[in-house]
């Protein structure tokens, strides 16, 4: 019995652990994503050429919405492979698509 | 609640059941019947498309009405006959399959079902209001955007209604399948008929938004002066191609996986064995999913991409080709040693597999791009669609009903009738279109309206038209059959043919609930692992307890009622502003259900557990 209840409060100490983990995590992230768009406004602001500065936007968005998926739509916990690998096969078959429109048919 | 449904049994009662369910059962039998009238108004264009072309220079029809059933025959077969009808199957069969109750979204369910039908009522009025659309079911731009009339209009708006409910089901059956599965009920477990489902749902997700945006790009160059296809306002027309057959070829897969998912049912059973070589079947389904998505451009070899695309996607078609022979391997081998016996629902199973290895062939054929150049629109390609989907799905949608129906209503089909529209309808196949390869590779070009005499068509054509009178024979003679066995039929037990899977498990009539106590899958072929352990039926996995039950609703038929009306604002807008008037009261009546729905609750009810032994929900 004893032991029992020992289990669950170890467990419970974990849940806490974890959570605080997350939460920090999720900070860190919160506070990645305002830098980034701060990097984003600041360089079309400073009026950096074009080619520079699209791409790099394109990336840290990219960044961003992994970040929004696993860290605060939680994607990483478990229960979610099957969205996960439903997500990634729709991304990899638009992909596909339009690498195929860029390379093959209007080249 | 449902038991003071049954009993009221007026005609009123009835149809107000069925006006509202949302009970999957119920709702595949909406499918099966608006289906079934579709597919018979698909027929009857086939038909006069067969008997303009019985003689050369024939004046059955004149010139714009042939392309008004040719367009619509195509468009109806497709979206208004065979994807119901599958979703029909769908419906009836995969929540029993998986050992779930009901759908996951009971509601969107039956919401999705009624967007088909008013999609499809509204493309059909059309014949009433001026004309159908004449511009080909594939509706290339600019001849569709220049087409004069509202027929264009009323595909466009149609489809894009039926095809909102068709991306519903589809969603709503990807959830069910990864949400509802019963305890034990692995991935790896569930029946190929439900992961013919599964795979088939995900490409409606992913291939219909393709087709929405093409239909809302062509709808606002048609009726909001737009020129995204217009090459004179800086559009490109082969954009809509490109839109409409990444949208299409995975759309044929959406058809025939499921078709394949029915065999694979109908052949072990018959053969009292267990599906050969399950996994490869498994992997094979997902593979052809997969590879769907990146070959539409076989349709596009004579447009111009250039020898690189042309030979790669012809590469990538022939691919298919491997996962699809593995699967007709697959068949054989659960033939082979099988203890066979021969019923209607194994005879469509069985005339299927050379029937769709030829079609398979001339695929192959097609996907050589050089070759396409000779075998472009003509009646080759026709043969050869013909061949996959009639052989394919139509011959799979037969196989299916023949088995399910006595889990659907009870019965069994008569065999002496099932037999006679099997033979008619089979010999008229072949008479119908195994000629038109050879028309075909003569030149006689597709979706002309006549052909001249002496040119070595005349006898082709002629053969031709009489296997379409051979295959109306046949579906008369199903639909006297199911007549016959609904009035005359005998009750027959919850497993008539000896079942291996869950909905076998079930007695006859199927309850509302489906499953007293959800069953616990010991391994595929949950039914007959129970069987070779001595026991009649499954193990329960649960005690007996209340069951929750969605609730009715007549919501998801407004809804749909209002995007109808709204449908025809859109159309007639162009013509007179003042028909705004009902895109604002249709766009006001869905809008207004869908507001209801969301501020009012609605919980569902529960079966007592008391009630359950008194008969409740039966
Ligand atoms: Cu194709």
Do not use: C
Not at chain 2, 498 to 505: S, V
């Amino acid at each position: 019995m004893a032991e029992n209840t020992n289990s669950v409060q170890n467990e419970l100490d974990y849940h806490k652990k974890k959570k605080k983990e997350e939460m920090k995590q999720q900070v860190i992230t919160f506070a990645l994503m305002i830098v980034f768009t701060i990097i984003a406004f600041t360089m079309v602001a400073a009026g950096l050429d074009k080619l520079f500065v699209i791409p790099i936007i394109v990336v840290l968005a990219i960044v961003q919405v992994i970040f929004q998926l696993y860290y605060f739509m939680h994607m990483s916990h478990k229960g979610h492979e099957l969205p996960a690998i439903m997500m990634y096969g729709g991304i990899s078959v638009a992909f596909l698509t339009i690498l195929t429109f860029l390379v093959l048919i209007w080249w | 609640m449902s038991t003071t449904t049954a009993q009221r049994t007026g005609f009123g009662a009835v149809l107000w059941d069925y006006l509202t369910t949302v009970d999957h059962k119920k709702i595949g039998i909406l499918y099966l019947i608006s289906g079934g009238f579709f597919f018979l108004i698909g027929g009857l264009e086939a038909m006069a498309i067969r008997i303009q072309l019985i003689k050369p220079e024939n004046d059955f029809v004149s010139a714009g009405f042939y392309n008004e059933i040719l367009t619509m025959h195509g468009t109806t077969m497709i979206f208004l006959a065979a994807m119901p009808l599958i979703f029909a199957l769908m419906n009836a069969v995969v929540p029993l399959q998986i050992g779930a109750r009901d759908v996951a979204f009971p509601f969107l369910n039956s919401l999705g079902f009624w967007l088909f039908l008013f999609g499809g009522l509204l493309l059909n009025a059309s014949w009433f209001l001026g004309g159908a659309p004449d511009a080909g079911w594939t509706a290339y731009a600019p001849l569709s955007t220049t087409s004069p009339g509202h027929g264009v209009d009323f595909y466009i708006l149609g489809l894009q209604i039926s095809g909102a409910g068709t991306l519903i089901a589809g969603i709503n059956f990807l959830v069910t399948i990864v949400n509802m599965r019963a305890p034990g009920m692995t991935y790896m477990r569930l029946p190929l008929f439900t992961w013919t489902t599964f795979v088939v749902s995900a490409l409606i997700l992913f291939a219909f938004p393709a087709l929405t945006v093409g239909l809302f790009l062509l709808m606002f160059d048609r009726l909001f002066g737009s020129g995204f296809f217009n090459a004179n306002m800086g559009g490109n027309s082969v954009i809509w191609e490109h839109l409409f057959w990444i949208f299409g070829h995975p759309e044929v897969y959406i058809l025939i996986l499921p078709a394949f998912g029915v065999f694979s049912e109908v052949l072990p059973t018959f053969a009292k064995k267990r599906l050969f070589g399950y996994t490869a079947m498994v992997f094979a389904t997902v593979l052809i999913g997969f590879l769907g998505f990146m070959v539409w451009a076989h349709h596009m070899f004579t447009v111009g991409l250039g020898p690189a695309a042309n030979s790669i996607f012809a590469v990538a078609t022939m691919a298919i080709a491997v996962p699809t022979g593995i699967k007709i391997f697959n068949w054989l081998f659960t033939l082979w040693g099988g203890n066979i016996q021969i019923n209607s629902a194994m005879l469509w199973s069985l005339s299927f597999i050379p029937t769709f290895t030829l079609g398979g062939m001339t695929g192959v054929m097609l996907a050589a791009a050089a070759a396409d150049y000779q075998y472009h629109d003509t009646y080759f390609v026709v043969a050869h669609f013909h061949y996959v989907i009639v052989g394919g799905v139509v011959f799979g949608i037969f196989a299916g009903l023949h088995y399910w129906w006595p889990r659907m209503f009870g019965k069994i089909l008569n065999e002496t009738l099932g037999k006679i529209t099997f033979w008619t309808f089979f010999i008229g196949f072949h008479l119908t279109f195994f000629i038109q390869h050879f028309l075909g590779l003569m030149g006689m070009p597709r979706r002309y309206w006549v052909f001249l005499a002496d040119q070595g068509l005349d006898t082709g054509n002629f053969i031709s038209t009489i296997g379409a009178f051979l295959m109306a024979v046949g579906t008369i003679v199903f639909l006297i059959n199911v007549i016959v066995t609904t009035s005359k039929g005998e009750k027959v037990s919850g497993d008539p043919w000896d079942g291996r899977t869950l909905e076998w498990a079930i007695p006859n009539p199927t309850p509302h609930y489906n499953f007293k106590q959800t069953p616990l899958v010991r391994g595929l072929d949950a039914l007959w692992v129970e069987k070779t352990e001595g026991r009649k039926e499954m193990t329960p996995a649960e005690p007996l307890d209340d069951i929750h039950m969605p609730n009715a609703s007549i919501l998801p038929f407004i809804m749909s009622l209002g995007l109808f009306i709204a449908g025809f604002g859109f159309i007639y807008q162009i013509d007179n502003i003042s028909w705004l008037l009902a895109v604002f009261i249709g766009m006001g009546i869905t809008l207004g259900a869908m507001f209801v729905r969301s501020v009012k609750d609605d919980l569902g009810h529960h079966i007592h557990k008391e009630d359950l032994d008194k008969g409740a929900g039966l």
